[in-house]
């Protein structure tokens, strides 16, 4: 009988450590849909720092109503690859990039990125190529962006600069809030079209991914050969 609460009081104890590093320190992730490629290709696992924003009830299980607010916060950086809850509906997690700051304008302008009234600087480079649906290779423009603050990352543009998105008006980022976007621009649902995040919605940056498959689940093991990708796997989310 002795053994047996034990083993209860070990497995107890587990979960309460499991929970507690989820809540205050890292909680896993994956990529289930294509916006941030490539950037973050679908079948991405990775780690998102709860410490770097500090908390709000979104930092808790379920988002129980217990921290009022936010506390603890430092506001992240433009750049950062970050979680959030659309504001949609306050629940769903969305994994975009931190374009605009409380206090910008951002603008998208024939496809150019435009910040405070400047277009940001972006460079031409090698074609991203992949596989659709349908089994067909497809390549698609990719370029470097170069922010602001210097922080460079890659952008699709799968149709060009003539997307949906690609002609918006001027956002202006109200104080507490901020403009994300997806890097596979042409395909991301994100502030063009929900709004500004709230500092209350975030969840935490995205640090580094631990596991990667293509059109597989992990625990399916006979398609690790030719699914899985090992070359990604403790990657920096850049």
Known sequence: MTDIIDTIKTIVYAVIIAIVVRTFAYEPFNIPSGSMIPTLLVGDYLFVSKT?????????????????????????????????????DNKTDFIKRVIGLPGDTVQVKGGILNINGKAVKRRRIEEFVHTDAYGNSRRVARYLETLPNGVQHQILEADGDTGPYDNTKVFTVPEGHFFAMGDNRDNSSDSRAFGFVPKENLV????????????????????????LRPGRIFEGVE
């Open 52 to 88: 770097s924003y500090g908390y709000s009830r979104h930092s808790l299980p379920f988002s129980l109503p217990v921290i009022p607010g936010r506390i603890l916060y430092d506001m992240p950086e433009r750049g950062d690859v970050f979680v959030f809850k659309t504001p949609a």
């Open 204 to 227: 935490g940056r995205a640090e580094f991914l631990f596991f990667s498959i293509a059109d597989a689940k992990p625990w399916q093991l006979w398609k690790w050969f030719d699914k």
